[in-house]
């Protein structure tokens, strides 16, 4: 049983324009969130997180929103450039699970020139 | 530079023959783990360690063995590979404060035949 799921495998957007990758998760034990970035022929690469004790991070074009009562967190790409373009991986986690990070499926982004 | 090191990082192999990811880290990190990547599933954690000689079995540890001497190295060890474990390897670290934000290595992509 997935625990945390992307639904959608891809998504192309125009350069400029928002790109928003939606997560969903079903284990209520999750209380740290993160978003990882991979290139091909690159190990993931830590984007964003996000506490569940908030709604909402900011760090620059990169925004996460945490909705606990739908189990849904979002990240937004504001505005998206073409060096965006990777696979995003969304992961959760809690305390206790000594750093087991239940990855997503992931979202393969395409950003357009 | 801070990083994550893997070797090899690729590999073709043959049933029963046993061998040996290598993983390396220069960040003084405590905790390591191993996740392995197989289409349609995301990454799953294999083994963690949060320190030297404490060891801890993952999601899917079976077929797989680690070690942990040293701080900086946490190597993967498949005692006698199968074609089920082709598939592609991330070793990872972080500060024990910090364990659910890991780094990651490139990986190593290892064929079983």
């Known amino acids: 049983d997935q625990q945390v799921k992307q639904n959608s495998p891809s998504l192309s957007v125009q350069e400029g324009r928002i790109s928003i990758l939606n997560c969903d998760y079903t284990?209520?034990?999750?209380?740290?969130f993160l978003w990882y970035k991979k290139y091909p022929a690159e190990g993931p690469t830590f984007l964003i997180s996000?506490?569940?004790?908030?709604d909402k991070n900011e760090d620059g074009r990169f925004t996460v929103f945490l909705n606990k009562s739908a189990k849904h967190l979002s990240l937004h790409i504001v505005p998206s450039q073409p060096g965006d373009s990777a696979v995003y991986f969304c992961a959760a986690t809690y305390g206790g699970s000594q750093g087991n990070l239940i990855f997503g499926k992931g979202t393969k982004l395409s950003v357009k020139p | 530079e801070a990083q994550v090191t893997q070797n090899p990082r690729y590999l073709i192999t043959v049933t029963g023959k046993k061998l040996t990811v290598t993983c390396s880290q220069n960040m003084n990190h405590e905790y390591m783990s191993w996740y392995r990547q197989d289409p349609g599933l995301g990454l799953r954690q294999i083994y963690y360690s949060m320190n030297v000689e404490v060891t801890d079995k993952g999601d899917v540890p079976e077929g797989y063995k680690v070690s942990r001497k040293e701080k900086r190295n946490f190597p993967l060890i498949l005692e006698s590979p199968s074609p089920n474990q082709t598939s592609l390897y991330f070793c990872?670290?972080?500060?024990?404060?910090?364990?659910?934000?890991?780094?990651f290595g490139p990986g190593t992509r290892l064929t079983v035949l």
């Open positions: 284990n209520s034990m999750f209380d740290y």
């Open positions: 996000i506490s569940s004790i908030k």
């Open positions: 990872a670290s972080s500060s024990i404060a910090r364990a659910d934000t890991q780094y």
